[in-house]
């Protein structure tokens, strides 16, 4: 398992785009916003929570169909789903590799970016905190879609669309954390809650994934 | 003799094809009375004056689109379980006629929030977890569109059916500590003192079995062709297997 | 001891019967060769035997974690090298065996090269070469010579007369002589009979009896 997590990261290093897209990504809807809704610092403060969580959600979306297409192209897939590897595992692995790569980035860029946002200060942690807690979550709803779709030729545009709704809570409780942090209120609850969404898909969503690949492969 | 035997697509079959008509003219019958009762035969309420009657579509329908999916989950399960294909054909007949619910609980509701709290829309917790329902429903039937493999596709939907309830679930609560609403509490509830009058209460009771037969009735209709469908395709198949 | 036996398999190819009434049991040290023309279902049985996908009737019996499947695409990653590729392989499947695999298929020289830049021969032999790093006895392989040259072809045939003669067995659908002394196993009269001839029934059909 350890192999596969070396391997994926390696082939996403070697490939490019892993950290760098995701990124860019992001960077680019920080940009973008304040483009569109004007320069007043005082209606980017009330925003940047928000749009922080969005653009780090819609970076993450970016790269999902990643994660198991190219396997299944190769012929990697059904090599993986006889060897000894369980597919439960292979797929946490794989999310977590996702995570490492495009989640992880975010987590630590997202502080720049509130600059631009101009994020009120006590915010920054709560934004840091709460990225780090739910874009585990986003790795693996997204890896359970990635799998749901893996067989389809022009799968991307559908897994967007079954994911996205899949990610509504994680996104709610996220950005309520940086929402209340910012503004020197109590952040307990909706922390709280974006850890045990972020714990139940953990802990649930490879099996379902593991099934949906196995279901794919037939 | 069990109700698994209704799994036998010849069976269900024969029953529902002498219980569709039926169920439809009952159907018919109810919402007719119901409707017709609930518009013209109750009086206008103090604070709603004659807005309130579209509660005899708004409130039945939301109720139905709840409804569908849960079917949708049980009969998901049901495939996953004991394979029964009836039950999975059953789901993906649901689909459609619980976005229809969604979509008419929606307008409906717009339609009443524009007199009454002066907006056609409010990001209120209730409107938004139906908008969130009808997205997982378009989900769920884009999947099966997607899937060209009929048990393929059955058993990616129920996948996404399982794990959709359970977000769906948490998104309803999430939505509600995300923005307290204007949207007023539930209207029916056995244990409440604040329902609505009885004056409204009887001819929505109606509305409301109306819908139930409604629902079933399509469902019934639309899994009947699923089932035909299904039959000619693997017809097909046999014929070139030669 | 029987390492691998399949009873009155029936296999479906999206649904649609393809093979039925398939037997054949591998003992140790034999090989077996399957042959028909294409589209007869040689790739579907390969992954019913394979495990990837439920048989429609019968059954597949080996033991536990003995069978290792190659498939049409060999799975290499293009941006890895020839040596990463297979430890990948070996670190799966707990075995060490990447250096004495690529001396057996004649990839040492190419130990640092990128899969990206290997021909398309190379890259089959840089395939076959993770059924060495698996370690198991079982070989079930699909085309396993397609674009290899005649020298490779023979390497290859030795690599499996090797495995054989230390108690493995191998199933390969080939048209290709490997020589080999494998018995051969004609899918022909094994194609799937219409229903009225006493065909298999899909699960969707057996409902309506």
């Known amino acids: ?218 | 003799m069990s109700i698994w035997e209704y799994a036998n697509p010849k069976k269900f079959m024969q029953t529902t094809g002498f219980l569709l008509p039926w169920v439809s003219g009952l159907a018919g019958l109810t919402l007719a009375v119901g409707l017709i009762w609930g518009y013209f035969f109750t009086p206008d309420a103090d604070k709603f004056a004659s807005t309130v009657k579209i509660i005899y579509l708004h409130v039945p329908a939301a109720m139905m689109a709840i409804s569908a999916w849960t079917m949708m989950l049980v009969t998901s399960l049901i495939w996953l379980i004991r394979r029964h294909h009836v039950s999975a054909l059953a789901a993906k007949a649901a689909a459609p006629v619980g976005l229809v619910f969604t979509v008419i609980g929606l307008v409906t509701g717009a339609i009443w929030g524009q007199p009454m709290w002066g907006t056609w829309w409010a990001w209120d917790p209730r409107l938004t977890a139906f908008l969130i329902l009808a997205l997982f429903y378009l989900g769920y039937i884009a999947l099966w569109a997607a899937v060209e493999n009929p048990d393929t596709a059955a058993d990616l939907t129920s996948v996404l059916a399982i794990v959709g309830s359970v977000f769906a679930f948490l998104s309803r609560y999430a939505v509600l500590f995300w923005n307290q609403g204007l949207h007023q509490g539930a209207s029916l509830s056995l244990d409440k003192e604040e329902n609505v009058a009885d004056v409204y209460w009887f001819p929505l009771l109606v509305c409301i079995t109306g819908f139930v037969l409604l629902f079933v009735a399509l469902v019934l209709a639309r899994t009947r062709t699923e089932i035909r469908a299904r039959r000619l395709q693997a017809l097909i198949a046999r014929e070139r297997v030669a | 001891m029987t390492l691998l036996s399949v009873q009155d398999l029936a296999v479906a190819r999206a649904g649609v019967p393809v093979l039925q009434g398939v037997g054949f049991a591998l003992e140790p040290g034999r090989a077996l060769v399957l042959r028909g023309p294409n589209g007869i279902g040689k790739t579907t049985l390969l992954r019913t035997v394979a495990g990837l996908q439920p048989p429609l009737a019968g059954h597949v019996e080996a033991a536990p974690d003995s069978v290792t499947y190659a498939a049409h695409s060999d799975g290499v990653k293009s941006t890895l090298t020839v040596a990463e590729n297979l430890t990948f392989w070996a670190q799966v499947f707990g075995t060490d065996a990447v250096a004495t695999a690529m001396a057996r298929m004649n990839l040492r020289d190419l130990a640092d090269r990128r899969a990206a830049n290997l021909s398309a021969g190379q890259k089959r032999r840089l395939g076959l070469a993770r059924l060495l790093v698996s370690g198991r006895a079982v070989w079930v392989m699909d085309e396993p010579t397609a674009s290899l040259d005649v020298d490779s072809v023979q390497l290859f045939g030795a690599v499996v007369r090797d495995l054989l003669a230390a108690g493995g067995a191998a199933l390969i659908a080939t048209h290709i002589d490997l020589g080999l002394e494998a018995e051969v196993l004609d899918l022909t009269p094994f194609k799937a009979r219409k229903v009225s001839q006493g065909g298999v029934r899909s699960a969707f059909d057996e409902a309506f009896t």
């Open chain 1, 1 to 218: 398992m350890i192999a596969l997590l070396i391997r994926d990261l390696r082939l996403a290093i070697r490939a490019g785009g892993g950290f760098g897209l995701g990124l860019a990504f992001f960077l680019l809807v920080a940009v973008i916003v304040p483009l569109g809704v004007g320069p007043e610092p005082a209606t980017l403060a009330k925003i940047a929570p928000g749009i922080l969580w969005v653009g780090a959600l819609l970076s993450c979306l970016l790269s999902l169909d990643r994660i198991f297409a190219l396997d299944f192209e190769d012929g990697s897939l059904d090599l993986l789903a006889t060897s000894p590897v369980p597919m439960e595992g292979a797929v946490a692995v794989k999310a977590l590799a996702h995570w490492l790569v495009t989640g992880l980035p975010l987590v630590l860029a997202a502080p720049v970016l509130g600059v631009l946002l101009n994020l009120p200060v006590q915010g920054y942690l709560w934004l840091v905190i709460s990225l780090a807690l739910g874009t585990p979550a986003l790795s693996i709803i997204g890896a359970f879609g990635a799998a749901l779709t893996v067989g389809l030729k022009r799968g991307g545009l559908l897994m967007s669309l079954l994911v996205l709704p899949l990610y509504m809570p994680t996104l709610i409780f996220g950005a309520e954390v940086v929402k209340r942090g910012a503004a020197g209120m109590a952040v307990g609850t909706p922390l709280a809650l974006l850890a045990a969404i972020t714990a139940g898909a953990l802990a649930l969503l490879p099996f379902a994934a593991a099934a949906a690949i196995r279901v794919n492969l037939r």
